[in-house]
């Protein structure tokens, strides 16, 4: 079956630069994506890696490793506003044009 | 467009009865995904179609959980009978599996609180 694991909570100050690991398990693998969701709301695509490397928009940048089944979701100059929960998602061959999502990342942005 | 929508956007219910909700895709999209969060078990995919066929609904906790989608702009996620473990809110998304980065876009859910 798949599995992702990530940190259930990180906090972190204006301004300042955070990293949310993401490893998974998955067979098959097609690609990482990573969903940001604010309290109350619904998740939103921010980024999706399907070869190794880092891809990167505006803020917030998203890395691969495909042969370390591992990822990351870089956020640069934090705000306020970017406080939410953040989850990574796979696809792969079980489960097919779905994504399986991680538990979820809290992230805390304080003054 | 206006984006993926659900109804009810809230709905209370008493243990036993049977609860429906809806979603609209967006136009144009291929796939539509019904998930279910809650904060013991997070995102969870209940089941997904793909041109309006169910492809995987090995999500579906229970025979008491039924979906369909009659046409391509319309889905339905049936509850019967509702238990309060069901309390959930409960996202319909769609997207286009031909698009590489296989986004995925979110109605703004139905929060169910069953009684």
């Known amino acids: 079956g798949q599995s992702l694991e990530q940190p259930s909570e990180v906090t972190a100050v204006e301004g300042a630069i955070v990293q949310i690991n993401c490893t998974y398990q998955?067979?098959?693998?097609?690609?990482l994506s990573w969903y940001q969701q604010h309290d109350g709301g619904a998740p939103t695509f921010l980024s999706y890696n399907g070869l190794d490397g880092l891809e990167e928009t505006g803020r917030f940048s998203s890395f691969l490793s495909r042969s370390d089944s591992y990822g990351y979701l870089l956020l640069q100059e934090l705000q306020m506003k970017d406080s939410a929960s953040y989850f990574c998602a796979v696809r792969d061959r079980q489960a097919g044009t779905a994504l399986i999502f991680g538990k979820g990342t809290t992230l805390s942005v304080s003054s | 467009d206006a984006g993926v929508i659900q109804s009810p956007r809230h709905e209370v219910t008493e243990m036993g009865q049977e609860v429906t909700l809806r979603c609209k895709p967006i136009s144009g999209h291929n796939s539509l995904f019904w998930y279910r969060q809650t904060m013991m078990r997070g995102l969870e995919l209940l089941i997904y179609f793909n041109n309006n066929v169910p492809i995987d609904d090995s999500g579906m906790p229970e025979d008491r959980f039924s979906a369909k989608m009659p046409n391509a702009s319309f889905s339905t996620l049936k509850i019967q009978p509702s238990e309060p473990r069901d309390s959930a809110v409960y996202f319909c998304?769609?997207?286009?599996?031909?698009?590489?980065?296989?986004?995925?876009?979110f109605g703004p859910g139905t929060r169910l609180t069953v009684l």
């Open positions: 998304a769609s997207g286009d599996p031909l698009v590489l980065r296989n986004e995925q876009f």
């Open positions: 998955t067979s098959g693998f097609y690609g």
